[in-house]
């Protein structure tokens, strides 16, 4: 079946930091890729989407490359604050069907001062 | 229209007792999905709808659960019998069916059962 494995966390950074968070999937078709984050106490909120092989998602500063070649969609960002703080899930999700999403088990970033 | 709201934010429940949570979607959106996370773990599927017809139901949803959205539109979410094992943050979330479109979250609604 469909799955997504992430880098386990948590990640500890300081402030101004590059940051990577590794995920890749399994999946029998061709999914759209999506991250998301959930802030303390909060819901998820999407941060970014790629529906097709190398396409680039980017928002807030982050980025995504959806590599179908080596299954893969690392999330980036060159200098991190504090307020990125949060948990960040990646996520596949096909367009037709039912559109169930699938989830990893998220990533744990800590920003320090 | 804001977003999903779902309620109540937090339940404290003991053992044994049912309770219900309640998913308003997004107003134009025809699907909806209900989740649940545990802590330290990503969402994981429970059920979705497709206007008011339950299309799909996971594994994870056991007899004692059981979701409705009787007219398209608002959806809940039953727990009868609560056991320890319940305590999660269940989350709804809403999408169009245009196989475009993601979907958005709640902000869930806590559980916690003593």
């Known amino acids: 079946g469909d799955s997504v494995t992430q880098m386990e966390g948590p990640v500890t950074l300081s402030e101004e930091a590059f940051l990577t968070i590794n995920c890749t999937y399994t999946?029998?078709?061709?999914?759209?890729l999506f991250w998301y984050v959930q802030y303390p106490g909060e819901g998820l909120q999407l941060l970014l989407k790629?529906?097709?092989?190398?396409d680039k998602g980017s928002n807030k500063g982050f980025e995504a490359t959806y590599r179908k070649e080596t299954t893969s969609f690392h999330l980036e960002k060159g200098s991190v604050q504090v307020s990125d703080s949060a948990v960040y899930f990646c996520?596949?999700?096909?367009?037709?069907?039912?559109?169930?999403?699938?989830f990893g088990t998220g990533t744990k970033l800590q920003v320090i001062p | 229209d804001t977003g999903v709201s779902q309620d109540p934010r937090h339940k404290i429940t003991k053992r044994g007792q049912n309770v219900t949570f309640r998913c308003d979607p997004i107003?134009?959106?025809?699907?909806l999905y209900w989740y649940r996370q545990t802590l330290g773990q990503g969402p994981e599927f429970l059920t979705y709808?497709?206007?008011?017809?339950?299309?799909?139901k996971s594994r994870l949803l056991s007899d004692r659960f059981s979701a409705e959205r009787p007219k398209g539109s608002f959806s809940t979410l039953e727990i009868q019998r609560t056991e320890q094992g319940d305590s999660a943050m269940y989350l709804c979330?809403?999408?169009?069916?245009?196989?475009?479109?993601?979907?958005?979250f709640g902000q869930g609604t806590r559980l916690t059962v003593v």
């Open positions: 709808f497709q206007n008011e017809a339950q299309l799909e």
């Open positions: 979330a809403s999408s169009l069916a245009d196989g475009k479109t993601e979907a958005f």
């Open positions: 999946a029998t078709g061709y999914p759209s």
């Open positions: 790629a529906t097709k092989a190398d």
């Open positions: 107003s134009e959106h025809n699907r």
């Open positions: 996520a596949l999700y096909y367009s037709g069907g039912y559109q169930k999403v699938t």
